[in-house]
């Protein structure tokens, strides 16, 4: 369960960050993506993937999360 | 030497790699690769940030050295107590040329050593006692300190001492800030642990200070300079840029900084991020809670220097990006001048590097700008992320090393011949004499600053200086050199 850290980067992707493994990778695909559900599966470039629980609305990032690794992570 | 193929980089790394046992062999092997600009992502080419191999001379330092040395120690304000043994202050102290302007042992205490002296009876009785002490004292002998850090050493945190609760007495009693550190040299790989810890304490215990005070006025233009140590005056140099721009600087981190700019940091509408790796974590928690972007420039060379500072400048109106444009062109002249004296004597000379942080990558385009090529580069303890960002820098097929060895750094020296190496002084008086020029890339060999325009040009005769310095034809003993076969009959005779 690490903490993950998802910014917005200045082209407009997403990208996530785990400071214990320095892992700084961009998000390919997020689970839920819409004004009233936000989280889910994210899938990364490297094709790793986390879990994060879907929230209500989308967070203003950055944000810090409690994360559950996926397939692949 | 011409340029090297990608087989013959890959073929020297395997020749270097032949003298190690097979599983030494394996695990270095990971850490050397030639650069491909296919690669997107590092840790497909390279390893970093792992435990160096027990037996081989590694360059890196502890979690102390990151965290007392590198983001604590320059804030000139306050006093870091070096709490364990003499010698990790002792030997480390004022070291780093963090210059600073202030009255030392009055209001600045940067290049003093400040150190519980831990004795035997201090580690079977616990030492909270003397910190408790020595900060009482402290605040007897110098009572313009703005507050103290309590810098960990290894044995603390074997006998596991409570230095939060001493911190938090004496907070409370004296009224200023301190902050206690947990940055034993024993965790982590490198010093880089150190700089995560220390800028964790600075998240915890400094930066939220303010939050519910707004007696300090802000502007539209408020930026904080992050990760620039003030080596040689560094700080200076690209902080006069910035100004020239019209930002107003109100944080330098932690160079010639102060507690109090540290506390105004969160007030800020930009943060100016040099040292990625020492200093990007505080400045991700900076956006996180108080929503202030952060970008990475490189004052490094005219080419990059214009073009961080139109990056920066586009974060601003177009005050600030004409304004920018003028300093441009301003400096333009003196950046040309420069480049028209000492590009003739530099160019085509070929550079290895191998330190840390930053300048593996940032220097790469001051060197270019002198005509000069980086053949090698590597960080003592960069992370993945920091070789994300170097593979893009340099040139296909060079060499990249991670935590390279001694051994191996020589041997790849010799091989490539380059006609300058920027390291350590641990490396400085070895390639010296084995006859290569040398510059101490850690503090810029007792010269600098070498940030922005004015740093350039300092950096530009630094290079000449040593490059074309006579002193490289005359090592070899005279009796030693093969005289030439007619002299030898002329002397005969």
């Given at each position: 369960?690490?903490?993950?850290?998802?910014?917005?980067?200045?082209?407009?992707?997403?990208?996530?960050?785990?400071?214990?493994?320095?892992?700084?990778?961009?998000?390919?695909?997020?689970?839920?993506?819409?004004?009233?559900?936000?989280?889910?599966?994210?899938?990364?470039?490297?094709?790793?993937?986390?879990?994060?629980?879907?929230?209500?609305?989308?967070?203003?990032?950055?944000?810090?999360?409690?994360?559950?690794?996926?397939?692949?992570? | 030497?011409?340029?090297?193929?990608?087989?013959?980089v890959e073929s020297l790394i395997q020749e270097v790699l032949e003298v190690y046992p097979a599983k030494a062999q394996k695990d270095r092997a990971k850490h050397l690769t030639p650069?491909?600009?296919?690669?997107?992502?590092?840790k497909?080419c390279i390893t970093s940030n792992k435990k160096s191999l027990p037996g081989v001379m590694t360059i890196r330092?502890?979690?102390?050295?990151?965290?007392?040395?590198?983001?604590?120690?320059?804030?000139?304000?306050?006093?870091?107590?070096?709490?364990?043994?003499?010698?990790?202050?002792?030997?480390?102290?004022?070291?780093?040329?963090?210059?600073?302007?202030?009255?030392?042992?009055?209001?600045?205490?940067?290049?003093?050593?400040?150190?519980?002296?831990?004795?035997?009876?201090?580690?079977?009785?616990?030492?909270?006692?003397?910190?408790?002490?020595?900060?009482?004292?402290?605040?007897?002998?110098?009572?313009?300190?703005?507050?103290?850090?309590?810098?960990?050493?290894?044995?603390?945190?074997?006998?596991?001492?409570?230095?939060?609760?001493?911190?938090?007495?004496?907070?409370?009693?004296?009224?200023?800030?301190?902050?206690?550190?947990?940055?034993?040299?024993?965790?982590?790989v490198s010093?880089?642990?150190?700089?995560?810890?220390?800028?964790?304490?600075?998240?915890?215990?400094?930066?939220?200070?303010?939050?519910?005070?707004?007696?300090?006025?802000?502007?539209?233009?408020?930026?904080?300079?992050?990760?620039?140590?003030?080596?040689?005056?560094?700080?200076?140099?690209?902080?006069?840029?910035?100004?020239?721009?019209?930002?107003?600087?109100?944080?330098?981190?932690?160079?010639?900084?102060?507690?109090?700019?540290?506390?105004?940091?969160?007030?800020?509408?930009?943060?100016?991020?040099?040292?990625?790796?020492?200093?990007?974590?505080?400045?991700?928690?900076?956006?996180?809670?108080?929503?202030?972007?952060?970008?990475?420039?490189?004052?490094?060379?005219?080419?990059?220097?214009?073009?961080?500072?139109?990056?920066?400048?586009?974060?601003?109106?177009?005050?600030?990006?004409?304004?920018?444009?003028?300093?441009?062109?301003?400096?333009?002249?003196?950046?040309?001048?420069?480049?028209?004296?000492?590009?003739?004597?530099?160019?085509?000379?070929?550079?290895?590097?191998y330190?840390?942080?930053?300048?593996?990558?940032?220097?790469?385009?001051?060197?270019?700008?002198?005509?000069?090529?980086?053949?090698g580069?590597g960080y003592e303890f960069g992370?993945?992320?920091?070789?994300?960002?170097?593979?893009?820098?340099?040139?296909?097929?060079?060499l990249l090393y991670d935590d390279v060895t001694g051994y191996e750094f020589e041997e790849f020296v010799k091989k490539?011949?380059?006609?300058?190496?920027?390291?350590?002084?641990k490396e400085?008086?070895?390639?010296?004499?084995?006859?290569?020029?040398?510059?101490?890339?850690?503090?810029?060999?007792?010269?600098?600053?070498?940030?922005?325009?004015?740093?350039?040009?300092?950096?530009?005769?630094?290079?000449?200086?040593?490059?074309?310095?006579?002193?490289?034809?005359?090592?070899?003993?005279?009796?030693?050199?093969?005289?030439?076969?007619?002299?030898?009959?002329?002397?005969?005779?």
């Amino acid at each position: 369960m690490p903490n993950v850290m998802i910014r917005q980067t200045e082209s407009g992707g997403l990208t996530l960050y785990v400071a214990k493994k320095d892992l700084e990778e961009s998000v390919v695909s997020i689970e839920h993506n819409t004004d009233h559900c936000w989280g889910g599966e994210i899938t990364l470039a490297d094709g790793s993937s986390y879990y994060i629980e879907p929230m209500s609305e989308v967070p203003s990032l950055p944000i810090t999360v409690r994360a559950k690794r996926g397939a692949g992570g | 030497m011409s340029v090297m193929s990608r087989d013959e980089v890959e073929s020297l790394i395997q020749e270097v790699l032949e003298v190690y046992p097979a599983k030494a062999q394996k695990d270095r092997a990971k850490h050397l690769t030639p650069n491909d600009h296919e690669v997107e992502q590092s840790k497909k080419c390279i390893t970093s940030n792992k435990k160096s191999l027990p037996g081989v001379m590694t360059i890196r330092g502890c979690a102390y050295a990151g965290s007392k040395g590198v983001v604590w120690g320059p804030v000139k304000d306050m006093i870091h107590i070096s709490h364990g043994p003499v010698g990790c202050g002792q030997y480390s102290r004022a070291g780093r040329r963090n210059y600073y302007i202030g009255t030392t042992g009055v209001n600045a205490f940067v290049t003093m050593n400040f150190t519980s002296d831990f004795q035997e009876k201090d580690i079977v009785f616990g030492g909270d006692k003397k910190l408790a002490k020595l900060i009482d004292e402290i605040e007897t002998l110098f009572p313009l300190n703005k507050g103290v850090t309590i810098q960990s050493e290894c044995p603390i945190g074997l006998i596991g001492d409570d230095i939060e609760a001493v911190a938090k007495k004496k907070t409370k009693e004296h009224g200023k800030t301190v902050v206690p550190v947990r940055c034993e040299g024993f965790r982590g790989v490198s010093q880089s642990l150190g700089h995560h810890i220390a800028n964790d304490a600075v998240r915890d215990w400094v930066l939220s200070a303010r939050d519910e005070d707004d007696s300090f006025e802000v502007t539209d233009y408020d930026v904080a300079i992050i990760g620039d140590y003030n080596i040689g005056g560094d700080a200076w140099s690209s902080r006069i840029l910035l100004e020239e721009m019209g930002l107003r600087v109100v944080a330098q981190w932690s160079g010639d900084g102060t507690i109090s700019e540290m506390e105004l940091t969160p007030k800020v509408k930009l943060n100016l991020v040099h040292c990625y790796r020492s200093m990007n974590y505080i400045s991700r928690h900076m956006e996180e809670k108080y929503k202030i972007p952060w970008i990475e420039y490189n004052f490094f060379g005219p080419t990059k220097t214009v073009e961080s500072l139109r990056k920066i400048a586009s974060h601003f109106d177009e005050s600030i990006q004409q304004k920018c444009e003028e300093v441009i062109e301003r400096y333009r002249p003196e950046w040309d001048a420069v480049i028209a004296r000492y590009r003739p004597r530099l160019e085509g000379k070929r550079v290895m590097l191998y330190v840390g942080g930053l300048r593996p990558r940032h220097v790469i385009g001051a060197y270019e700008d002198l005509g000069m090529e980086v053949v090698g580069t590597g960080y003592e303890f960069g992370h993945n992320d920091d070789y994300d960002r170097t593979i893009k820098e340099m040139g296909d097929a060079t060499l990249l090393y991670d935590d390279v060895t001694g051994y191996e750094f020589e041997e790849f020296v010799k091989k490539v011949k380059p006609d300058l190496i920027g390291s350590g002084i641990k490396e400085k008086y070895i390639f010296q004499k084995m006859g290569v020029p040398f510059r101490q890339m850690h503090s810029w060999d007792y010269s600098g600053p070498y940030h922005g325009f004015d740093g350039f040009a300092i950096f530009a005769r630094d290079m000449d200086m040593t490059l074309n310095n006579p002193c490289w034809s005359k090592l070899q003993a005279p009796w030693k050199k093969e005289v030439a076969a007619d002299e030898v009959v002329a002397a005969s005779a």
